[in-house]
């Protein structure tokens, strides 16, 4: 004979406008990395030619490999989000929708941790990026006042 379990299990509630301004704030950083990705995208263009002629490319394939990933990425959690967003009617309409709301709240805390991991492997590849395109900008300035 199986046991049933009838243990009530407690979740912390978020407000519908708590989860409503986190959405809302959560859209706003994948808007401002997709212009960050775009710049970032840019300045690689612009020193293609120096990151192949040194030593730098193999330096950089695994970040660059991420930052490729980090802006399918972005564009998947940002229709994710906007999606989550969207359907925030099922938490303010008034009925008793216990497994629904659950679930939406479920789904809230899956979006924030997914946001976490997809902001800390975006800083760290952007971060080495600038670090070794200023290097390289640094080794130019050096090149350009010796010919000077």
Known sequence: MKKIDRREHYQEWF??????????RWLSQLEFIKDEQQFLDNVVKDYTLDLLDGNFFNQV???????????KNTQLLHKKIQLHENQLII???????IKMESAYLETHKRLAK????????????KSYIFKVISEIMKKKKKQKKLLS
């Open 114 to 125: 997914e946001m976490v991991t997809h902001l800390e492997k975006y800083q760290v590849a």
């Open 61 to 71: 394939k695994d970040s660059f490999d991420a930052l490729l990933t980090s802006k």
């Open 91 to 97: 938490m303010v309409d008034d009925v008793d929708q």
């Open 15 to 24: 407000s519908a406008d708590e989860m409503h301004k986190e959405s809302r």
